[in-house]
């Protein structure tokens, strides 16, 4: 009996115990990454924690200072190594220091140049914050001037206003990999990845037209060759928020499995897979549609740094909750959303991927590929990474203000 008595005390202090520490209740968040994207105009800082973060921000001038108060965070290595990634002599952001401001605050200043204002990015429901910075120009405000300008190139003037769009939709162009003559990656019993790749993008096409703040846009609905240039003509028409460039793989090692998702790099490929694909993809363009690399007489864009900064931010956003959806469905090749230098994500300064759906090579992955309900699936999984990353990125930073209905 008295055994029994000391446990249901001990019972009740835990209970006590667990209750009235926040700290034991509520694990803390922390900070897993600081990335610091620069040029010598702007700079674009990404903080990603392993949890949902609540946080608040301010500026304050003399000197210029831009700080964030992270909620129930704590100081580690990450926050406190932050101004290692600063390069002032590149950069209008000069320092970063982390200290703990109160028990449960943890605060991250910057020092700016003078006369920098910032962009923040970040909401309740996300685990990540994005802020830019950049060098003033003129009027021309970086974040919400997301979309390029196009340049007369006879009167060499700027004839486009730039502005943030007023849509009804969010737009997703669908670029099937290959068609027509170019037949793709091959699989061991003969399915060409054109039809694999216009199969799923037909099927999501439909579902992001069922949404009720989508449209679909596709590159081709049939079996037909579109050079890339005329794919981009086409798509560029239609200012789309997103494009989706759909892919099946294929490797000398029948084994090789799994889906992939890739962003555009100028910086180099993440890994040697990356290379790879990127080498193929783009020699297919090369060797069915010539002069892909020659400058276009009558599409010469404008793109101020910043917005390819803050572009790439997104597609990798984009990519990481594709990725987490296809995990669903599939296999994954690589874990991490992969990085190469893609002529088909060149193309277009909007937020981009290329999802590579599995392998045509590899003798089970084939037959998937050819089954109506696993095309369906990759093509649902698409659209939840899709709504998702919707949900995680207003419209004005995507460039547009979608109108109420």
């Known amino acids: ?170 737009v997703i162009a669908i670029d099937p990999g290959h068609g027509g003559k170019d037949p793709g990656a091959l699989g061991a019993r003969g399915t060409q990845e054109k ?43 239609h200012e789309p928020t997103v494009f989706i460039s759909i892919h099946a793989d294929a490797a000398e090692n029948r084994k090789a499995s799994g889906s992939s998702v890739f962003i555009l790099s100028e910086k180099g490929e993440s890994s040697v897979y990356a290379r790879w694909v990127a080498k193929k993809e783009n020699e297919a363009d090369l060797l069915f549609g010539p002069n892909i690399d020659n400058p276009d007489p009558h599409v010469k864009t404008t793109l101020i740094d910043l917005n390819q900064t803050f572009t790439t931010i997104l597609s990798e956003r984009l990519a990481e909750n594709v990725l987490a959806r296809l995990k669903r469905v599939n296999n994954l090749h690589k874990e991490n959303v992969e990085k190469a230098a893609f002529a088909v994500l060149k193309s277009l300064d909007v937020c981009s991927i290329l999802v590579e759906t599995a392998f045509l090579s590899n003798h089970q992955e084939e037959k998937d590929l050819n089954k109506d309900m696993y095309q369906e699936q990759v093509a649902a999984a698409i659209l939840d990474g899709l709504k998702n990353f919707f949900e995680k990125t207003s419209a004005e930073e995507l460039g547009v203000t979608i109108a109420e209905n």
Request: glycine share 2%; hydrophobic share 35%; aromatic share 8%.
């Open 1 to 170: 009996m008295r055994f029994r008595v000391i446990s249901k005390s001990l019972v009740t202090f835990c209970l006590i115990v667990i209750y009235s520490n926040p700290c034991i209740a509520k694990s803390a968040n922390e900070a897993v990454s600081i990335e610091v994207n620069s040029s010598e105009s702007s700079t674009a800082v990404r903080i990603k924690f392993n949890q949902k973060i609540s946080y608040s921000w301010n500026q304050i001038p003399s000197p210029n200072r831009l700080y964030f108060d992270f909620e129930n965070t704590e100081l580690n290595k990450i926050l406190e190594e932050a101004g290692d990634q600063i390069k002032p002599s590149h950069s209008p952001l000069l320092t970063a220091k982390a200290a703990k401001n109160t028990p449960n605050i943890t605060r991250l200043v910057f020092t700016l140049e003078e006369g920098v204002t910032p962009k923040i990015s970040g909401s309740k429901n996300n685990n990540e914050i994005i802020f830019v910075v950049a060098k003033a120009e003129g009027n021309l405000d970086p974040i919400e001037n997301f979309y390029k300008a196009e340049t007369d190139t006879n009167a060499g003037k700027n004839k486009a206003e730039q502005r943030i769009a007023k849509k009804n939709k969010f």
């Open 195 to 237: 039809h694999i790749t216009l199969a799923i993008a037909n099927r999501l096409a439909k579902l992001i037209n069922k949404e009720p703040n989508m449209r679909a846009v596709l590159t081709r609905s049939t079996d037909v060759y579109i050079p890339l240039r005329d794919r981009i003509e086409k798509i560029r028409k």
